[in-house]
Nanobody, 119 residues
Framework: QVQLVESGGGLVQAGGSLRLSCAAS????????VGWYRQAPGKQRELVAT???????NYADPVKGRFTISRDNAKKMVYLQMNSLKPEDTAIYYC?????????????WGQGTQVTVSS
């Protein structure tokens, strides 16, 4: 059974920092691309950052220079360090893994963790 479990969300003042964590199980983590997405109220889910199995990273423009994605294959963990947070970063943050399954490459999602940035 595939599980992605996020943690680390919360309430923080603008300019503050948070570190999100995602624990993966049930997938071949080391060969999976993983990432973070977010969804604000009334908006579509959007990409925040991704990291390939080779540790190449990609960031959405609004978070470049402020957020850092990383992974630990041994622990099957993916992290998102968020610095200089802004109120517009407020959203539910979801962990994503594109992993090999019996049906081919499949996208898996966590349940999400709320990040609220106050002004």
């Amino acid at each position: 059974q595939v599980q992605l479990v996020e943690s680390g969300g919360g309430l923080v003042q603008a300019g503050g920092s948070l570190r999100l964590s995602c624990a993966a199980s049930g997938i071949f983590f080391s060969i999976s691309a993983v990432g973070w997405y977010r969804q604000a109220p009334g908006k579509q889910r959007e990409l925040v950052a991704t990291i390939t199995r080779g540790s190449s990273t990609n960031y959405a423009d609004p978070v470049k220079g402020r957020f850092t994605i990383s992974r630990d294959n041994a622990k099957k963990m993916v992290y998102l360090q968020m610095n200089s947070l802004k109120p517009e970063d407020t959203a539910i943050y979801y962990c994503n893994a594109n992993a090999m399954s019996a049906m081919g490459w499949v996208d898996y999602w966590g349940q999400g963790t709320q990040v609220t940035v106050s002004s």
